[in-house]
DNA sequence: TTGAAAGCGCTAACAA
DNA sequence: TTGTTAGCGCTTTCAA
């Protein structure tokens, strides 16, 4: 059972008495082939069991048919989903996925993104909640197309898909803050992701002054993400005497939700929560969490369709798209 | 800011005045070159922005550094921890991941694997439930080492990192046998998985042997992998008289228990739960979900590991890998 | 320590 | 409709 050493165009064409360049055409469906010669090569391909080998075309075509997909973390629910969005209409268009995971550290994202660059892959989509300046440097020094996915480059130098996280967040606060809570805490991301973080303050910010509620800082926090984290800070937003928050993380979201019951507090009744990123987490629980919706399979698979429009040199017209999100309200919220 | 037409190997030496062979080798970290020659190549690349062109260096080395992963869903969190293990250590070697989705369709395998080798990666880790005959062939044919993570391949033709299904299920239908509980029933994936299921049935009737208690097969059941299908089957096994049962997924168990809870069940007073993948959806439900516990991230950092070697052609003592399994007792079980 | 030169397997003008 | 012929950018003997 030894591995054949796989032929090669040469092989194929030496068999069939006709030169590369009509190997060449008939795999790549150049429709300037006879049919006859045509069917020879087919079956000296099908015989010798030819594959194209992807590396020598590549280096010949300067096209790699390969998009590099930088993210985060493939495990994160969230981009795992945007992730998936992306793959399906890579694979629609033939193309297919390098992937990196960065845990959103600048030094990786750039490295990545020069490996990428290195790999000449032709597109890349990146994915991560802030854009470092030197990341975002690095990516526009690079030779290939990049769009955005599920991120935003404040400076909007990038072609980007999202939703529109300030009215999101507007929508979420507003919405508690009309069940009669005044007290509304935020809490968002670790602090080194300032953009993040930002764009979740101002939506903030904005639904508290469309109900003339005054800004208290206190009401601010930022955790890591995940289950544990929310356990702990549930506890300082109780101090705090909040009777609702908003949070950037399902899980998070689900923390402090547990925490709260876990010391006497009915949810919704006595408190209300909303998270972002309407994961499968959110329905698992009991009660199920309200959440922003947010169309993450799309998010990835517009993504990606942009990206392969621009690869094609064809012209965007919208270059910063925003998907429509909603308000999925569920058992942590009233009504 | 226009993109510069990246330099080449060619432009690094002629601006040293040295040959190709000189540079590729200070690129390379080839140790024969004079230090001060290799300064001044140092020098050139710097200003150069010289990036070696990973296409071409993998045409002439027939080595691409890029590994294929083959997994079943990047959304599924099972996988999607393997697949970070298997990223982490890839990255170790300087490996890069080409991955792809293949909702376990046989076909869309054998076309990933095909695609994969095409691309001429240097290895491939392929993860999925069943192992198809037909797929175990084109992987067999393929000219690169692969192997399997988290999937068994029933006549152990290719190395493979798991953990001892059979015996998990064995102690997880034993530890609720002990409990008390003589109907208990198993909830598989989707019939067409055989081995998968198999492999279940096989640690289940053992389990059931030693106790001496007579297997039932209206206590067997199979479903779709996720909450609403949990939630569903958790009626038909109510009606079996069951009162625990052994899931092979998480969002089913959790599924299950929210339905019986719902229909005046107590868990895990009146029925006990234990579920397989010990994913993060086993914490955050209250209760939290008794689960076999996995060394998920390690399952695919070990195959991964292992990959190295076969790509580099060192010898592997055991192929067929079983890494410890725990039982992680929470709320769904009693003691 | 360095260079010359032959590929790696394919595409893409350009000719015929 | 088909073939010839340069490359694509790099690695790798083999010599020097």
């Not at 402090?256 to 006497?264: A, E, K, P, S, T």
């Not at 909303?274 to 309200?290: A, E, G, H, L, M």
């Amino acid at each position: 059972m030894q591995k054949k050493n796989s032929a090669t165009i040469y092989d194929v064409a030496h068999r069939v008495g006709v030169s590369l360049a009509t190997v060449s055409r008939v795999v790549n469906g150049n429709s300037n082939v006879r049919d006859s010669t045509k069917r020879k090569v087919l079956d000296a391909i099908e015989e010798l069991g030819y594959h194209p080998n992807a590396v020598a075309r590549g280096l010949a075509s300067k096209k790699t048919t390969t998009i590099g997909v930088v993210m985060p973390d493939v495990t994160d629910v969230y981009y795992s989903e945007l992730a998936r969005g992306i793959d399906d209409v890579a694979n629609m268009y033939h193309y297919d996925v390098l992937l990196t995971n960065t845990d959103e550290d600048p030094v990786r994202e750039t490295m990545a993104v020069n490996n990428l660059a290195s790999k000449q892959v032709d597109g890349i989509i990146f994915m991560g909640n802030e854009l470092d300046h030197e990341v975002l440097n690095t990516i526009s020094g690079v030779n290939a197309p990049v769009v955005l996915a599920g991120s935003v480059d404040s400076e909007k130098r990038l072609p980007s898909v999202n939703i529109d996280y300030v009215a999101a967040i507007k929508e979420a606060v507003g919405a508690v803050i009309k069940n009669g809570h005044d007290r509304v805490a935020i809490v968002t991301g670790p602090v080194e992701h300032a953009i993040n973080g930002m764009h979740r303050l101002v939506g903030y910010k904005m639904a508290l002054e469309e109900a003339q509620i005054d800004f208290d800082e206190t009401l601010l926090f930022s955790t890591h993400q995940d289950y544990a984290a929310g356990l702990q800070v549930a506890e300082r937003i109780l101090a705090t005497g909040a009777t609702a928050v908003v949070t950037y993380d399902d899980e998070v979201a689900i923390g402090i939700m547990n925490y709260l019951r876990d010391h006497g507090k009915r949810i919704p009744e006595d408190f209300e929560i909303i998270t972002s990123n309407d994961t499968k987490f959110t329905i698992v629980t009991r009660p199920q969490v309200t959440s922003i919706g947010q169309p993450k399979y799309d998010i990835g698979a517009v993504a990606m369709r942009m990206l392969t429009k621009l690869m094609n040199n064809e012209v965007i017209e919208v270059t910063q798209v925003k998907l429509p999100h909603t308000l999925e309200r569920r058992g942590t919220t009233l009504n």
